[in-house]
Every structure is written in C-alpha cells, then in structure tokens.
C-alpha cells in the first residue's frame, strides 16, 4: 500500500475539516472547468461562495464581488485562475478564518507562498481539488465508514452487501458464520484444533 507523504495527510485532512470554500476564478458559464469545480464542491456537501467582480451566478449559486463581502467563514480559498494573489487579498483570507490556499494546477502561486506563511496559512498548490476530494473516500465532514454492521453495536462501516437483508454469511467463506464466514472457516478451525471443529461450530438455529 502507497505511503501518503506528509503534504497529502495534511490535504486529506483540510478537506476532512473543511466546510466553507472561496472560489477566485469562478466561472458563470456552464461547461466550463470554473463552473464544473463549484457545481462539484457543492454537490460535495460544502459551503461554496464564487468570489467575481461581476457578481455573476455560478452554478445557481450568488457571488460576492469580493473575498472581504463573502456571506459566511472560510476555510479554503481556491483559486482557480488569475494571477496569483495580492497581500491584501491573503490578509482578507486570514480575517475570514481561512487555512489554506489552493491553487488550482497551471495557476501561478508568485509571492503568495511568502505570505501564507506568515499568516500560517498552508499552501497548497498543483493539485486538482475535485480529485482530492475524492481520494478521501467520503462526504465532507461525515466519518469515514468501512465494512458492514449487522450486530447492531454502534459503530461506523460501510455497507457494500447488494441488498440490507443480508447478514454477511457467505458459503464457503472464512472468518467464522458471525464474520461472514462459511465452509472455509470451519475447515480452517479444524486444522487449528486438531482435526476437529470446535463445540460452538455447527448450524445456527434462532431460538424457539
């Protein structure tokens, strides 16, 4: 399994923990890669806030001529085309709570990286939003989930079984009937025991 470097925790992290985006570069028109990015975070479960001069719609949603006229707090400040950033642009993310700069791939960072960390911002730059976001495996603030739960514990799993009605027991599995295990697990508990399934093992009947 590929190790994750100490730059892609950090993003899996901030996306994790975001909720509220900036974008700078937005796009009005349908079609368009700054339009297709913001249709996607907001269908993603985040708080999406286009930042145009114009204050065109983008993807049904309002925009703010400004960073500084934003409606609610900041996370991540993407940007998504231009020139770079200005200080007095990096000094309005700060007031607004923002972590991180994101640079879309292709767009140029300039002196931005010198004051985001003077603002303790984390930079992140030539990585493609979308897909990071989708590396992470799940929705925006929502815990990650894995395997399936059918004991009725409270815990967090994901549900990969084709209908709800099954328990997981697979013919021929391993792992013992309550772990979805089947033929296998009792010929495997037979090595473990000297040839012979243990007492426990043998038809599941629903009490009477």
Excluded: C
Excluded at 111 to 136: G, M, P, S, W
């Amino acid at each position: 399994m590929k190790r994750l470097t100490r730059e892609e925790v950090r993003v899996e992290r901030l996306l994790r923990a975001a909720r509220g985006v900036a974008v700078l570069g937005a796009s009005a028109r349908r079609g368009q890669r700054g339009n297709a990015v913001v249709e996607y975070l907001k269908q993603a479960g985040f708080d999406v806030f286009p930042v145009r001069q114009d204050r065109a719609e983008v993807a049904g949603l309002a925009s703010s001529a400004r960073l500084a006229d934003v409606p609610g707090p900041i996370d991540i400040v993407l940007v998504l085309g231009g020139d770079g950033l200005d200080p007095a642009t990096i000094d309005e993310a700060k007031k607004k709570g923002a972590r991180a700069l994101w640079f879309a791939p292709g767009v140029p960072v300039g002196k931005a990286e010198e004051y985001a960390a003077a603002h303790e911002l984390f930079l992140v730059r030539n990585r493609d939003i979308v897909i990071e976001h989708r590396h992470t495996e799940q929705a925006a603030g929502q815990p990650r989930k894995r395997g399936v739960n059918v004991g009725g514990r409270k815990r967090y799993y994901e549900d990969d079984r084709k209908r709800p009605t099954e328990t997981g027991y697979v013919v021929g599995g391993g792992g013992g009937r309550k772990g979805g295990g089947g033929l296998h697990a009792v010929l495997d508990e037979k090595k473990m025991v000297g040839g012979r399934p243990s007492p426990r093992r043998g038809p599941l009947r629903r009490p009477e």
